[in-house]
């Protein structure tokens, strides 16, 4: 077992310095202790996993039991753990908290949803929402602007927010009228997420609570199956069709897929778009590949802001079931581990010149939606809606820039999710 290191002060985590900026404490972690115990913010004791090698075996560590109920601390303990009203809404049974064999089987009936075949008919589903969150956050600007003055938004709550709010409610089956409604409850989960977990929870029981109405209004009048059935008539389908999926299950996976499926792509695209904004060169680099239809490079950008900061700092919980060793040290069983992604994908030992944004990197195998039978299955969707919004931004508004100094920007606090506030942007140039 590797000794800590004694003579070294340790960084200190989980503070709003650190939120702002955490890569150079991740870098400590990975050269002197790369699988520590830390008392975090909650006051749960958990193992940080930082390098590379050491985060893609505990990924794929089937001793690592995703299921709270492994953990060996007293049930009021476990309850800090994971999503805040998810026990008490009964929503407990989704892909984030389950092993296999449930987790198989719920993870192959909600598969279907996310085919290429079925992301790509999506696309331009995708391409209208951009436009019209672009064109309305112009005409906003037009209002309140004079002629010749620069324009402004929030690319934040104008942008990166509703565009994965309204595509997940789309894919779910969530009708038009009652977005708005999940609108408010996702944006009350964000809100709260960096802060005490009662606001998180009383949006958890909101959602609940709609879910279970949906889901029932949904089997009263399912038609004929179709290829462009929701994710949710999808489910209650298989249910009806045999396949042991409880009401409490298919809400359970509507709500994960909500959840899971709107603040990373909000991150992805608000720290891709700031990564952008603060690189020029690579910035340039991209917008010439854009004018040339050169739309591997923007899918290859994409991956590399992935990597470079990406929406998801610290993969949820995982347990171990049985004594097991991770990168020299040994973890009893029933303690949580914790992968740190964002700490892994700036490892030099695998990506040259770790912190450095290059759209070129070509070897790019990082851990932004995980690895393992608890990759990301939302993936596709994620990148089909940031290559889009980001492309699509590029393109119309070229001379887009930040509007305030970047130390005048605040980070999100809480424990999984990594993104900013706010991002205020400026431009004067036709969006058409």
């Not at 079925?118 to 004079?146: C, H, M, Q, Y």
């Not at 408010?184 to 879910?211: E, Q």
């Not at 069709?241 to 899971?260: P, V």
Request: with cysteine.
């Amino acid at each position: 077992m590797p000794e800590q290191p004694r003579d070294i002060p340790a960084p200190t985590l989980f503070t709003w310095e650190f939120a702002a900026d955490p890569y150079p404490a991740y870098a400590w972690l990975r050269d002197h202790a790369p699988v520590r115990r830390t008392t975090l913010p909650s006051g749960v004791e958990a193992w940080l996993v930082t390098r590379y090698a050491d985060a893609r075996q505990a990924l794929a560590d089937p001793r690592l039991s995703k299921n709270p109920q492994a953990h060996r601390e007293s049930a009021h303990v476990r309850g800090k753990v994971g999503i805040p009203g998810e026990q008490r809404a009964d929503l407990m049974t989704h892909l984030l908290n389950i092993d296999p064999p449930d987790h198989t089987r719920l993870r192959r009936l909600v598969s279907k949803a996310f085919t290429p075949r079925r992301v790509a008919a999506f696309a331009p589903r995708v391409r209208e929402l951009t436009d019209g969150l672009i064109d309305a956050f112009e005409e906003n600007s037009e209002k309140t602007l004079g002629e010749g003055e620069r324009r402004e938004a929030d690319l934040i709550h104008e942008f990166a927010f509703p565009l994965p709010i309204y595509a997940i409610c789309d894919l779910l089956g969530v009708p038009r009228e009652d977005q708005d409604d999940f609108r408010d409850w996702a944006g009350s989960m964000i809100r709260h997420g960096g802060g005490p977990r009662g606001g998180v929870a009383r949006a958890v029981k909101h959602i609940r609570a709609y879910l279970a109405e949906l889901i029932h209004r949904k089997r009263e009048t399912l038609g004929a199956e179709g290829e462009d059935e929701d994710l949710i008539s999808g489910l209650i389908r298989a249910s009806d069709h045999g396949e042991h999926l409880t009401e409490n299950e298919a809400a359970a996976m509507a709500f994960i897929l909500l959840f899971a499926g709107f603040e990373t792509t909000v991150n992805l695209i608000g720290n891709g778009m700031y990564a952008l904004l603060r690189h020029p060169v690579q910035r340039a680099r991209l917008q010439r590949a854009l004018e040339e239809g050169d739309e591997r490079f923007l899918a290859a950008g994409i991956e590399e802001l992935l990597r470079y900061d990406g929406p998801v700092e610290i993969a949820t919980w995982r347990f171990a079931t049985e004594p097991l060793t991770i990168g020299g040290q040994r973890i009893a069983e029933g303690e949580p581990v914790l992968v740190v992604l964002a700490a892994a994908d700036r490892d030099p030992e695998r990506f040259p010149d770790p912190d450095v944004l290059d759209l070129r990197r070509t070897d790019n195998q990082h851990l932004g939606y995980g690895h393992g039978i608890h990759y990301c299955l939302g993936a596709p969707l994620a990148r089909l809606e940031a290559q889009t919004a980001i492309g699509t931004l590029l393109r119309r508004l070229p001379d887009l820039r930040l509007a305030v100094d970047s130390d005048d920007l605040r980070w999100r606090g809480g424990l999984i999710m990594r993104g900013l506030r706010t991002l205020p942007v400026t431009w004067n140039s036709p969006g058409r």
